[in-house]
């Protein structure tokens, strides 16, 4: 059975559009190929930006090569995904801040990726896929969210080759029927 991440990044996930898109494509990914899913529900996680301590812990760690220090418990869960799913509302150009410091915690060296004798940088992560699901307020396209740029440029570091977005738009524009656009992402095609 492969593995599926759900890095959840949404925030009132009673009523959070991106997290219904976002739990819509899971269904459909699943029923394509048969996933055991993890969801890492960032909200509830203990995860904080990096300060001079915590970097400063982190390079002992790595400098020790002690790969198995619960420090990177992300990172490892993260590396051995088959697919990944982040769901993560557009905010300030971007995405909210945890998913910065989620980003922070798995990026190590070693783990999801690692550098070869040229300095070009390898990606070590399994996966095959990772989609991108996020909802806007306004009319930004997925060529304008910083966000979705961050982590497609990131998945190819990590050497996951496919990155896709899946948005909705408009949401808070108060002509549109937000419903009817979270109703439309979710009927439309999912899945590349």
Request: charged share 20%; proline share 2%.
């Amino acid at each position: 059975m492969k593995n599926l991440l759900f890095v959840n990044s949404c925030v009132n996930r009673e009523t959070s559009r991106t997290y219904r898109i976002g739990k819509e494509l899971i269904s459909r990914l699943m029923a394509g190929d048969e996933y055991a899913v993890n969801e890492l529900v960032l909200e509830d996680c203990n995860i904080h930006a990096l300060n001079s301590k915590t970097l400063n812990e982190r390079v002992k760690l790595l400098a020790n090569a002690d790969f198995t220090n619960e420090t990177f418990a992300y990172a490892h869960q993260f590396a051995t995904a088959d697919c990944i799913v982040i769901a993560a509302p557009y905010w300030d150009s971007g995405f909210p801040t945890m998913l910065k410091a989620y980003i922070e915690a798995i990026s190590i060296n070693g783990i999801v990726y690692r550098y070869d004798e040229q300095g070009n940088s390898v990606g070590l992560c399994r996966a095959d896929a990772l989609y991108y699901v996020t909802t806007r307020g306004g009319y930004v396209g997925d060529e304008n969210d910083l966000g979705f740029a961050t982590i497609a440029q990131l998945a190819m570091f990590y050497g996951i080759e496919n990155a896709k977005c899946i948005s909705a738009e408009g949401l808070d524009i108060v002509t549109n029927d937000a419903e009817k656009i979270v109703e439309q992402a979710i009927a439309g095609d999912l899945i590349p």
